[in-house]
């Protein structure tokens, strides 16, 4: 098949959606497709165009057999509300440029966010009279109502427009578990629309390794302490102060050290509240290469999965299928009917304590760290539920099988309107 991936994040971009899109576009050309991705020029999570990126317009790459079309894109590192439409407005304009050439894809995948995508894929597909895809990573508008970041009652409306046009005009949404699932079937989306394929982890790449002779452990002076990790994004629905408060609580444990890992803008903001907790037992480090992911997440006794109590219920990180393949203890502060408790308390991988709760947090560190034998057995549980239930060939297998089913289903019907008209 000849696919189209319409996705504002890819590689280089470290987290979220672009490791797994770039992920989903190779491993569908090892298995003898054409792909070609319309993204935009790299800048997540600083916010800033990368520096190979700057002063361009389009940009067409080729890596491991997969089509880049990059374009430009409104982006500030500190966007108001204002930015954050112009950055959807710019990427809707500008890519759409760059998707018209190329060959005619068999089906699209568009990814959401961003949710006004969904103008230029529709667009596409009517065009290339091919089916599309909508993949949700996020339920827009109503997640970022929910934590406060879209309060314009006037645009609140536009979004909610577009997200049921969004759904209308899809030929099959695919989501990432089932509280999308529930949400989208209170919304009048027809169940037979939805097709649930989790989000996945290559379980071959993250993997268990020993952390004796760890080079992360040793580069940060970490030998022979219980490391804590968090690694990824740091915004509004993490609330990463409550680790450096709980971090505090422990400090007097000095075989204890925690270790946040992301963009360099959230970590400034962490050292202000380590300054001002006396955290002196918080490491804070930029994001690694990804290359060193393993090594990284092997150097943890345990990994922490962290948001605020706002957040949605059918909020997944994606991190939570990276920490369980690494084999590693988990600790969740997240609320506990949301679809992220749901994850971990199934895994049998993890500890879940209530959100923004230092104190509760800190506690579950401490039992773990007197109590070595729950780390391994909740490790043991980890590795085991990922390979079981989120093995990248496994997704591959899920995403080829949808994309041939609305190819032969449009063929279908193309077939059936041809022949009408020839009678």
């Given at each position: ?24 576009a190779e491993g569908l050309v090892k298995r003898g497709h054409q792909v070609r991705v319309v993204t935009a020029m ?382």
């Open positions: 098949m000849r696919i189209l991936i319409y996705s504002y994040n890819y590689h280089p971009e470290p987290i979220g959606i672009a490791p797994l899109m770039t992920e989903l790299p800048n997540y999570p600083e916010r800033k165009i990368y520096q190979d990126y700057r002063g361009k317009s389009y940009i067409t790459e080729y890596k491991n057999g997969v089509k880049i079309q990059r374009s430009y894109v409104w982006i500030r590192p500190q966007p108001n509300l204002l930015d954050r439409v112009m950055l959807d407005a710019s990427f809707v304009c500008t890519s759409f440029i760059p998707a018209l050439f190329g060959w005619r894809p068999d089906v699209i995948l568009s990814t959401s966010p961003s949710l006004p995508v969904c103008l230029p894929t529709t667009l596409l597909g009517w065009l290339h009279k091919c089916p599309v895809i909508l993949n949700l990573q996020d339920i827009l508008p109503e997640a970022a109502v929910h934590v406060g970041l879209l309060k314009n009652k006037f645009l609140i409306r536009v979004f909610s427009i577009l997200e049921k046009f969004a759904y209308r005009s899809a030929d099959k949404i695919s989501v990432i578990a089932d509280g999308f699932v529930d949400n989208l079937v209170s919304k009048n989306v027809a169940p037979d629309k939805i097709v649930q394929i989790p989000n996945w982890v290559d379980v071959n790449f993250i993997r268990p390794m020993p952390k004796e002779s760890n080079a992360f452990r040793a580069e940060h002076k970490l030998d022979r302490k219980f490391v804590v990790l968090y690694s990824g994004n740091i915004a509004l629905t993490q609330g990463l102060e409550t680790v450096v408060k709980a971090a505090s609580q422990l400090r007097h444990i000095k075989d204890i050290a925690f270790v946040i890992v992301g963009e360099a803008k959230g970590l400034q903001r962490l050292q202000e509240e380590c300054n001002k907790c006396g955290a002196d037992n918080v490491l804070l480090l930029p994001f690694q290469p990804r290359e060193r992911l393993p090594e990284m997440l092997a150097a943890a006794d345990v990994g922490l999965v962290v948001q605020k109590k706002n957040v949605i219920s059918f909020n997944m990180p994606s991190k939570i299928q990276v920490l369980l393949a690494s084999g590693r203890a988990i600790v969740a502060s997240v609320p506990d009917n949301g679809t992220a408790a749901r994850a971990i308390r199934q895994s049998g991988g993890g500890k879940l304590v209530p959100p923004e709760e230092p104190q509760s947090l800190a506690d579950a560190v401490l039992d773990l760290y007197e109590h070595p034998e729950k780390v391994k057995t909740l490790g043991f549980n980890s590795r085991k539920y990922a390979v079981e239930q989120y093995a990248f060939e496994q997704a591959l297998n899920n995403y080829e099988s949808l994309f041939e089913s609305v190819k032969d289903n449009s063929s279908s019907i193309e077939a059936r309107v041809v022949s009408k008209q020839e009678v």
